[in-house]
């Protein structure tokens, strides 16, 4: 037997076939391992800003004019009011209002399989905002907790999806305002 086909596992031979078997010069079954991928192009479209704007490290969200109620992430449209909301600039801090540790990664694209495991999924609750905010949040497991105060920071790394462009990363003690 060679070995010319690298994605090879196996092949399976039934050590012995029924009497009258119509397949039996089909029963032996080579399995090999094939990776799927695709690229496409998608539009990011009345959201765009936000994510332009991380570049920039400026944090968006929308805001209502009808409710007041303000989006982050972003909503073209207000769901409750479906009035077209306005774009306003939010100072990036926040609060963890719930977190998850992953360890093990889905690996869906260049960015998550950058990440080491475990990692931190938070959703956030941005100061001056309604609606929380589910990102990655760079702390150890052990230092995540309902009730920590994180900021937006910004990578200086290229990134593959702008949406990497930002992460949370928790408010130092020096960091903190005085009350
Ligand atoms: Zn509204």
Same mark, same amino acid.
């Given at each position: 037997?060679?070995?010319?086909?690298?994605?090879?596992?196996?092949?399976?031979?039934?050590?012995?076939?029924?009497?009258?078997?119509?397949?039996?010069?089909?029963?032996?079954?080579?399995?090999?391992?094939?990776?799927?991928?695709?690229?496409?192009?998608?539009?990011? =479209?009345?959201?765009?800003?936000?994510?332009?704007?991380?570049?920039?490290?400026?944090?968006?969200?929308?805001?209502?004019?009808?409710?007041?109620?303000?989006? &982050?992430? *972003?909503? *073209?449209?207000?769901?409750?009011?479906?009035?077209?909301?306005?774009?306003?600039?939010?100072? =990036?801090? =926040?609060?963890v209002k719930t977190y998850?540790?992953?360890?093990?990664? *889905?690996?869906?694209?260049?960015?998550?399989?950058?990440?080491?495991?475990?990692?931190?999924?938070?959703?956030?609750?941005?100061?001056? &905002?309604?609606?929380?905010?589910?990102?990655?949040?760079?702390?150890?497991?052990?230092?995540?907790?309902? =009730?920590?105060?994180?900021r937006v920071a910004y990578?200086?790394?290229?990134?593959?999806?702008?949406?990497?462009?930002?992460?949370?990363?928790?408010?130092?003690?020096?960091?903190?305002?005085? *009350?």
């Open positions: 037997m060679t070995e010319k086909v690298r994605s090879k596992i196996d092949i399976r031979v039934p050590e012995s076939a029924p009497a009258g078997d119509a397949w039996a010069q089909f029963r032996g079954v080579e399995r090999i391992a094939m990776e799927l991928t695709q690229s496409y192009k998608y539009s990011l =479209g009345k959201y765009s800003r936000f994510f332009m704007e991380l570049e920039n490290g400026r944090f968006l969200a929308t805001r209502c004019h009808g409710c007041g109620k303000v989006y &982050a992430p *972003p909503r *073209p449209l207000c769901p409750n009011c479906l009035a077209v909301t306005d774009w306003v600039e939010l100072s =990036g801090e =926040g609060v998850s540790v992953l360890r093990f990664s *889905p690996g869906s694209n260049d960015d998550v399989r950058a990440l080491e495991t475990p990692y931190v999924l938070a959703y956030v609750l941005l100061d001056g &905002a309604d609606t929380l905010f589910p990102h990655l949040l760079k702390a150890a497991p052990d230092q995540a907790h309902s =009730g920590l105060r994180v990578s200086d790394e290229p990134v593959h999806h702008p949406i990497h462009l930002m992460y949370f990363v928790p408010v130092a003690d020096s960091e903190r305002q005085q *009350p």
